[in-house]
Structures are given as structure tokens and as C-alpha cells.
């Protein structure tokens, strides 16, 4: 069992910047793929930012050029830095990852963006 756990959000002026952290209970490298998606008050779910098989990274195209996802295996540990926040930006934020066939997800943290 892979447990996720987020950290790192709060409320913050519009221009400011974050940096979540999700730390995983096993290796990360023994993931496919692992990131970030959000979720705002009455919409779906959306993919933020993701490494996938190989590494690769995709963003979404809101976030190219602002957000940047970067990891630390040794410590087992995602990271999403968040910089030039727009209120738009404003949601849940989840950590996901897939593994094989099972895919984990943390609880969540909140991020606030005011104008």
C-alpha cells in the first residue's frame, strides 16, 4: 500500500509563489507516473503537471512557464513550484500516482490565490 501525502499550500496574494511537496511512502521510481492535478470549486479534476514513463513531464497549457514539477528520489518526494499565482490557480491540490495497475492519491491541500 503507497501512501501520498501533500504539503505546502495556503493562501497566497496573486504574483506570489508556492511550492508543494507530496511525499510518497515507497520509491518513487517504482512509479509510472506521478503529479499533480487540482481541483476548483465546481469543476473536474484536471492534470497540473506529471512525470511519466521515462520521465518525461507534462504540463497543463495553463500552467507551462509558470508551474515547474521536479522530484527527489532519494527522498522519496515530488515537489510542484508554483510561481506567478493567478486567482484562477485557486483549488485542491492532489498528488496522484500509478503504479502498475493501482493508482494512489493523497487528501489534498489547498491552495488560495487572492487578487
Known amino acids: 500500500q503507497v501512501h501520498l501525502v501533500e504539503s505546502g499550500g495556503g493562501l497566497v496574494q496573486a504574483g506570489g509563489s508556492l511550492r508543494l511537496s507530496c511525499a510518497a511512502s515507497g520509491s518513487t521510481s517504482s512509479f509510472m507516473s506521478m503529479g499533480w492535478y487540482r481541483q476548483a470549486p465546481g469543476k473536474q479534476r484536471e492534470l497540473v503537471a506529471i512525470?511519466?514513463?521515462?520521465?518525461?513531464?507534462n504540463y497543463a497549457n495553463s500552467v507551462k512557464g509558470r508551474f515547474t514539477i521536479s522530484r527527489d528520489n532519494a527522498k522519496n518526494t515530488v515537489y510542484l513550484q508554483m510561481n506567478s499565482l493567478k486567482p484562477e490557480d485557486t483549488a485542491v491540490y492532489y498528488c496522484n500516482a500509478v503504479q502498475v495497475v493501482f493508482e494512489y492519491w493523497g487528501q489534498g491541500t489547498q491552495v488560495t490565490v487572492s487578487s
Open positions: 512525470f511519466s514513463t521515462g520521465g518525461s513531464t
